[in-house]
Structure formats: structure tokens, C-alpha cells
């Protein structure tokens, strides 16, 4: 492949501290209703939405977003 398909970049974010994918939601993909757009992020990132919420000893149902998850705010590019 050609370095030049490779420069472009699919539009990602850092977390803040907290986010869920409703915060996420709402600040990257306001114009989409909440349902949708939560179902979008989740899709978009399984490598954060299918990891195991929490470790051992922590409560179960803790948030699974971590500030250091790239979190990607687009589709993938065909």
C-alpha cells in the first residue's frame, strides 16, 4: 500500500476522567439522538465496549472507559 492512502486519519478522541459513552456521545455526535450515537461509539470501538468492566476486587458495573482509551469518533473508512 502506498504511503500516500495512509495519511489519512481516523477522526479519535482522548476520554476525560468519567466519560461514559453517553458524556462521549453528547459532546462528539450531538446532531445524532443519544440511543443512536451511544450504539455508534460502542460499534466503533469494541477494543473498549467488549473489554471486562472492572478488576478484581473493584465493583461490578464500574465504568470501562479509561482517559487513556482512544476512543474513535467515526466509522472506519471502506
Known sequence: MPATELSTVRQSILPKGGDT???IAARCLSGTPEAE???QLQSW???VFMRASGAAGSMRGTNPILP???I???PPRA
Open 68 to 70: 487513556s482509551d482512544v
Open 37 to 39: 450515537a451511544v450504539s
Open 45 to 47: 470501538n469494541l477494543h
Open 21 to 23: 459513552w453517553q458524556s
Open 72 to 74: 474513535f469518533i467515526e
